[in-house]
């Protein structure tokens, strides 16, 4: 099963409103990571917020991580045209002692701006 | 740099028979990632390569699928005896510590079984 959940699945908003995503998880996590997918330039890394972390901004982007309630969320502001895509929360957990980590993704929100 | 990149972008095969899927990760990434996505669904991990071992195969959902590393660079995903359900795209991905954590992926290959 997916160790994420993204929710909603289908999300429509108007251009210039804003946009959240929310995610929930099951277990234990190093880092929680937010990407996006589109059909013109596939899936793209956007933001990441460690454990320990519980807030974190990149541009237009805000990720918050309540590691209680193992849930996450994705606030996209002042939503353009161009930020329709599949958003999709992916969370680390390590599995080898390189430092290199797995990631289990959730099954994803489809984001549509309406211009 | 160049990305990751894929081959083929497309593969059409006839159910039972063998494919293989190529992945080119970025230069001096250590680590190489394969996930499948069906369509509509988030991706599901298939196999992790670190350098040319493969320490976790727990996502490869049967032994019809094998996947291998040389030379730490390419990988090569190859399914036998396919079958109708393989259907997805197969996304590869790589990672260096020095990224540490952000995975960069390729563009895919859309694998259809008819």
């Known amino acids: 099963s997916q160790q994420g959940e993204e929710d909603p699945q289908a999300l429509s908003i108007q251009e210039g409103e804003n946009a959240t995503m929310n995610c929930s998880y099951k277990?234990?996590?190093?880092?929680l990571q937010w990407y996006r997918q589109n059909s013109g330039r596939g899936l793209v890394h956007l933001i990441l917020?460690?454990?320990?972390?519980r807030e974190k901004h990149s541009g237009r982007l805000r990720v918050t991580l309540d590691t209680s309630k193992k849930s996450s969320s994705l606030l996209i502001t002042a939503s353009r045209a161009a930020d329709t895509a599949s958003y999709f929360c992916a969370t680390v957990r390590p599995i080898s002692n390189f430092g290199n980590e797995k990631l289990t993704f959730g099954t994803g929100t489809r984001l549509t701006i309406i211009p | 740099g160049a990305g990751v990149s894929q081959s083929p972008s497309n593969k059409v095969t006839e159910k039972g028979k063998d494919v293989e899927l190529r992945c080119d990760p970025i230069s001096g990434h250590t680590a190489l990632y394969w996930y499948r996505q069906s369509l509509g669904q988030g991706l599901e991990f298939l196999i992790y390569?670190?350098?040319?071992?493969?320490?976790?195969k727990s996502g490869l959902p049967s032994d019809r699928f094998s996947a291998e590393r040389t030379g730490g660079s390419v990988s090569t995903l190859t399914i036998q005896r396919t079958q109708q359900e393989d259907s997805a795209v197969y996304l590869c991905?790589?990672?260096?510590?020095?990224?540490?954590?952000?995975?960069?992926f390729g563009p895919g290959t859309r694998l259809t079984v008819l």
């Open positions: 917020i460690r454990s320990n972390e």
């Open positions: 390569f670190q350098g040319n071992s493969a320490p976790d």
């Open positions: 991905a790589s990672s260096s510590r020095a990224t540490y954590n952000e995975q960069f």
């Open positions: 277990t234990s996590i190093n880092n």
